[in-house]
């Protein structure tokens, strides 16, 4: 049994073989290889995109999926060892997961962090758990990474530029009127160098760099590859000769849970937003982000609906990489 839970777990081939199934399923999206599987979708956060993506994925390779909102239509869990369960946990995840795995062939968590103590949140505990007692694989749907967005944004680059190798990749702080989790900026980090890109990190100030974990990893993906991890704060240095930008934002972990003290730097910086003037200094690169996003706070209109925007290919690519890894965790073939 083996579980999604990051790619760090994952060998480059190995991932590259999820994307090549995914293209075949991209061609052929109906087929029967999950017929009577069933998924269970546990989500403690909302969503869009990921929920839709897992239920029409496996419907259309014919299984199921059961989505289950803890504390909302599902009891409230608790996930400490050893807790006295007299607030308002109802459930321990050592039950819910053991219990689901009866009924399910996998399960899928979406677990955000609680943004007021990182050494705590970078523990990603919730879905640890589930890994821990579940006996079916378990698929991360973003917690502190999202490996699953890592696939979708990783065949979208490899549609529109072929060979990723020696391409240089920009992950680039915007703005946000509020802070946000680091999971997206973590596994485009990690998915852009292992996959060989020249990797640069644009960011407001130091503050607002990864965690170490995820630095170091950057690093070890580019060294094996031949290539270089760099942080800069020069809007000019990082998009000049660009074949990607990629959008987002994050707060800074040095403020996390005093997000009032951190909220100045974060005001100070909203020209880090992406407009075509900035485009124009990359090597004709395309742009992408995650999504949901906010236009002209982000990035600008211009950018989101320019051809070389594939905010909506990223997006659609989530159906078809999920399927493959439903496909692999399960045993299925084509």
């Known amino acids: 049994m083996r579980d999604f839970l990051t790619t760090a777990d994952w060998e480059r081939g190995e991932l590259q073989a999820l994307l090549d199934d995914a293209r075949l399923l991209k061609e052929q999206p109906m087929n029967g ?12 956060n909302p969503s869009l995109r990921t929920r839709t993506s897992f239920d029409v994925g ?5 299984g199921h999926a059961v989505t289950l909102q803890p ?5 409230p869990m608790e996930f400490q060892e050893g807790a006295v369960m007299d607030d308002v946990a109802e459930e321990h995840v ?6 689901l795995s009866r009924y399910c062939d996998l399960i899928a968590v979406r677990a955000f962090p609680k943004f007021q103590d990182w050494s705590v949140d970078r523990e990603d505990h919730v879905i640890e758990s589930f890994a821990a007692h579940a006996t079916v694989p378990v698929i991360n749907m973003e917690t502190i990474t999202h490996p699953c967005q890592e696939l979708a944004l990783m065949l979208a680059l490899q549609e529109r530029l072929g060979t990723t190798d020696g391409k240089k990749f920009v992950l680039t702080w915007t703005y946000h009127p509020k802070p946000l989790n680091t999971a997206v900026a973590n596994s485009a980090l990690m998915i852009a160098t292992k996959f060989g890109f020249e990797t640069t990190l644009l960011c407001p100030t130091p503050e607002y760099v990864l965690d170490e974990r995820y630095m170091e990893l950057g690093k070890k993906y580019a060294a094996e590859n031949g290539r270089g991890l760099t942080v800069t704060h020069d809007i000019e240095e990082a998009y000049t000769g660009a074949h990607v930008v990629y959008a987002k934002s994050w707060g800074a972990i040095p403020y996390f849970g005093r997000w009032d003290e951190e909220r100045p730097i974060r005001d100070a910086h ?3 937003m992406v407009d075509g003037e900035k485009m124009a200094m990359t090597d004709g690169g395309v742009f992408s982000h995650c999504l949901p996003a906010r236009r002209n706070v982000k990035a600008t209109d211009e950018v989101f609906d ?9 997006a659609e690519n989530r159906l078809h990489v999920q399927k493959a890894l439903m496909s692999r965790l399960t045993g299925a073939t084509g």
Do not use: N, P
């Open 33 to 44: 290889r999950l017929e009577g599987k069933t998924i269970a979708l546990v989500f403690f």
């Open 58 to 62: 496996i419907y259309q390779m014919g």
């Open 71 to 75: 504390g909302s239509g599902s009891w």
């Open 94 to 99: 050592k039950e819910a997961a053991r219990v």
């Open 270 to 272: 909203k020209h880090f």
């Open 306 to 314: 320019a051809d070389y925007s594939m905010i909506i290919e990223e």
